[in-house]
Antibody, heavy 125, light 107 residues
Framework: QEHLVQSGAEVKKPGSSVKVSCKAS????????INWVRQVPGQGLQWMGE????????NYSQKFQGRVTITADKSTTTAYLELRGLKSDDTAVYFC???????????????????WGQGTAVTVS | EIVLTQSPGTLSLSPGERATLSCRAS???????LAWYQQKPGRAPRLLIF???SRATGIPVRFSGSGSGTDFTLTISRLEPEDFAVYFC?????????FGGGTKVDI
């Protein structure tokens, strides 16, 4: 069964940065987009952006553009989310999730976020 | 940005009853790009439905999705004890991908 394994909880000061990792299998890394979604305690889900390791591209939610960088390291099949200029309302659980798949013919298909990491709690205080 | 509004906020039911959850989009989804997720406390969301009505791998048949345009529904035909959770809809018709605010199904 496929898994995404995230790094551990972080406590950060306002104004600092945090970098969260998400380790995937080679098959997932070479076929799928890896998305980042956050959840403020007791609230809903917010999509932050995605990386497509196969093509070396990223897409971001405009809400976070300029403050967030999503990267992918093919050598370790690990995706990263870096969030800068942390504020108290960035306190949340950050999830990575597998999304759009890309086949060898260049076609893409999206069957939901079918595999999720366990979540990384980031506290800004 | 497409805003998804879920109703009701909380649905209080008993095991064996039918649950009907609503998700309304602020604009019509041009394709059937709507998914549903279940989330339990302290856990990551779990994909239930994609493409409005296709069940994800391993999801029981008591979960079904329907709808088109701006109005979508998740139905749980007979609630099992493990179904009491929060349910979110998600659109992937356009970026940014967005989620509804959630419906809590409790006893």
């Amino acid at each position: 069964q496929e898994h995404l394994v995230q790094s551990g909880a972080e406590v950060k000061k306002p104004g600092s940065s945090v970098k969260v990792s998400c380790k995937a299998s080679a098959d997932t890394f070479n076929t799928y987009a890896i998305n980042w979604v956050r959840q403020v305690p007791g609230q809903g889900l917010q999509w932050m952006g995605e990386t497509i390791p196969k093509f070396g591209t990223e897409n971001y939610s405009q809400k976070f553009q300029g403050r967030v960088t999503i990267t992918a390291d093919k050598s370790t099949t690990t995706a990263y989310l870096e969030l800068r200029g942390l504020k108290s309302d960035d306190t949340a659980v950050y999830f990575c999730a597998r999304g759009t798949a890309f086949d060898t013919g260049g076609h893409s298909y999206f069957h939901g976020f079918d595999v999720w990491g366990q979540g990384t709690a980031v506290t800004v205080s | 940005e497409i805003v998804l509004t879920q109703s009701p906020g909380t649905l209080s039911l008993s095991p064996g009853e039918r649950a009907t959850l609503s998700c309304r989009a602020s604009q019509s989804l041009t394709s059937n790009f709507l998914a549903w997720y279940q989330q339990k406390p302290g856990r990551a969301p779990r994909l239930l439905i994609f493409g409005v009505s296709s069940r994800a791998t391993g999801i029981p048949v008591r979960f079904s999705g329907s709808g088109s345009g701006t109005d979508f529904t998740l139905t749980i035909s007979r609630l099992e004890p493990e179904d009491f959770a929060v349910y979110f809809c998600q659109q992937y018709d356009s970026t940014p991908l967005t989620f509804g605010g959630g419906t809590k199904v409790d006893i």
